[in-house]
């Protein structure tokens, strides 16, 4: 294969090496079922609690609360279809915002079809949730809100200490996707009254197909899958033991490693980024200058199409993003770009890329180059382009 530049590390991760090291024994050698008695089993039932214990360390948790599940989505619809049949009888009324991922969205439109009421609070022109209007939106009947702690789109960090406060004063629960935020920012569940929080193994240099909800105790969530008595009685399957071992591994590099890791993406997102507004005319930066995940970058560039700048840099050899992995292919603009205010012809031209630990400013000063060429062409050929500069020129 041709050498590949990736940056499009909020789709999906590489499996680190020392994660794919721990995992395989667990295929080969300790393939027991942790529910079984025998020694052998033993070890894979070992194997899992200390997954658990690494997991639960990165946000402060109690292993307890832990519940391991298929991965990102999961967790979002557990969260959200068990907490409403859990307390509709106290209230149907769910808070959350237009800028979630389609986990949280397309259950809150099915959630909506059982009887739920839900708002969607609006977000600022970078992506923060209006903590004015959440307020005002809570009523007697509200059982929850529910804001990710970031945006996969454009990076945005959200205020959830401030969310988990107001919900914590108010006696509703909070929870949050944290797919994106989990390992790359400090989340600690206690300091942000978080009741329950959604992560993703393979966003985290873990194994795909792997993931948790916390659930804080006491609550009377539901199980999600009825079966056999694995995670307390509330997730019913054989556990995925390579993967809880790989995601456990993952977990902790990603708590070890965060700060020096973070510090390096944040100096190679904001070269870029200075190089893209100096190099590139009509852009602009979507998300929060500052207060945005350490490896998000994300641009509207006017007069193009996203989809054929992306095709072109692959062809170039670069993995890049229009929106999130799964609206690709869809030719609606993104949710998170109409929030933040963009007219839907600049919405579609944009691009996400999303940094890793490897991404030099080499390899930024090579992507923006590439970019710079692209966009240049595809403007060349754009009608709507020729037009705004005979205007300008006039
Ligand atoms: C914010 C957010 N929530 C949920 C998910 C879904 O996670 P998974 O792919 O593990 O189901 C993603 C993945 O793109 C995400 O970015
Ligand atoms: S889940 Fe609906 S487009 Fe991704």
């Given at each position: 294969m041709k050498k590949i530049i990736y940056l499009d590390n909020a789709a999906t991760t590489k499996v680190a090496?020392?994660?794919?090291?721990?995992?395989?024994?667990?295929?080969?050698?300790?393939?027991?079922?942790?529910?079984?008695?025998?020694?052998?089993?033993?070890?894979?039932?070992?194997?899992?609690?200390?997954?658990?214990?690494?997991?639960?360390?990165?946000?402060?948790?109690n292993p307890n609360d832990i519940y391991f599940t298929a991965g990102g989505s999961e967790s979002d619809n557990w969260a959200l279809k068990?907490?409403?049949?859990?307390?509709?009888?106290?209230?149907?009324?769910?808070?959350?915002?237009?800028?979630?991922?389609?986990?949280?969205?397309?259950?809150?439109?099915?959630?909506e079809k059982q009887g739920a009421k839900i708002t969607y609070i609006d977000v600022d022109e970078n992506g923060v949730v209006d903590l004015d209007q959440l307020q005002k939106a809570i009523t007697p009947e509200t059982i929850l809100i529910s804001v990710m702690a970031a945006n996969n789109e454009i990076g945005t960090l959200q205020p959830i200490k401030e969310i988990g406060a107001i919900a914590k004063e108010h006696g509703i629960l909070f929870h949050t996707d944290a797919v994106q935020a989990f390992g790359?920012?400090?989340?600690?569940?206690?300091?942000?009254?978080?009741?329950?929080?959604?992560?993703?193994?393979?966003?985290?240099?873990?194994?795909k197909g792997i993931g948790c909800l916390y659930i804080r105790k006491g609550l009377k969530l539901r199980?999600?899958?009825?079966?056999?008595?694995?995670?307390?009685?509330?997730?019913a399957g054989t556990e995925n033991v390579p993967g809880i071992v790989g995601y456990g591994?993952?977990?902790?590099?990603?708590?070890?490693?965060?700060?020096?890791?973070?510090?390096?993406?944040?100096?190679?997102?904001?070269?870029m980024?200075?190089?893209?507004?100096?190099?590139?005319?009509?852009?602009?930066?979507?998300?929060?200058?500052t207060l945005r995940l350490p490896n998000n970058v994300n641009f509207s560039f006017q007069f193009i199409e996203g989809e054929s700048l992306l095709i072109m840099l692959d062809m170039a050899g670069i993995c890049a993003s229009s929106g999130s992995a799964c609206t690709s292919g869809?030719?609606?603009?993104?949710?998170?770009?109409?929030?933040i205010g963009l007219p839907h012809e600049i919405a579609h031209g944009s691009l996400r890329l999303t940094l890793s630990e490897e991404t030099t400013k080499e390899d930024a000063d090579f992507v923006v180059e590439q970019i710079k060429g692209i966009v240049a062409r595809l403007r060349s050929m754009s009608p709507l382009y020729e037009d705004f500069m005979k205007k300008q020129n006039k």
């Open positions: 090496p020392e994660v794919v090291e721990a995992m395989l024994p667990y295929f080969t050698e300790y393939y027991g079922n942790p529910s079984s008695v025998y020694e052998l089993a033993g070890i894979s039932k070992k194997a899992v609690t200390e997954g658990r214990e690494k997991v639960a360390s990165v946000i402060g948790a068990a907490t409403y049949e859990a307390y509709k009888s106290k209230g149907n009324h769910i808070i959350t915002t237009k800028i979630e991922h389609h986990a949280i969205l397309h259950t809150c439109e099915w959630l790359q920012i400090p989340i600690n569940v206690d300091e942000c009254n978080i009741d329950m929080l959604s992560s993703s193994g393979h966003k985290i240099n873990g194994p199980s999600f899958v009825h079966g056999g008595a694995q995670e307390r009685k509330r997730r591994v993952a977990a902790e590099r990603a708590l070890r490693t965060m700060e020096e890791r973070t510090a390096k993406e944040i100096e190679v997102r904001d070269y980024i200075k190089k893209i507004q100096e190099e590139i005319p009509y852009c602009k930066l979507n998300g929060h200058p869809s030719l609606d603009p993104s949710h998170v770009l109409l929030a």
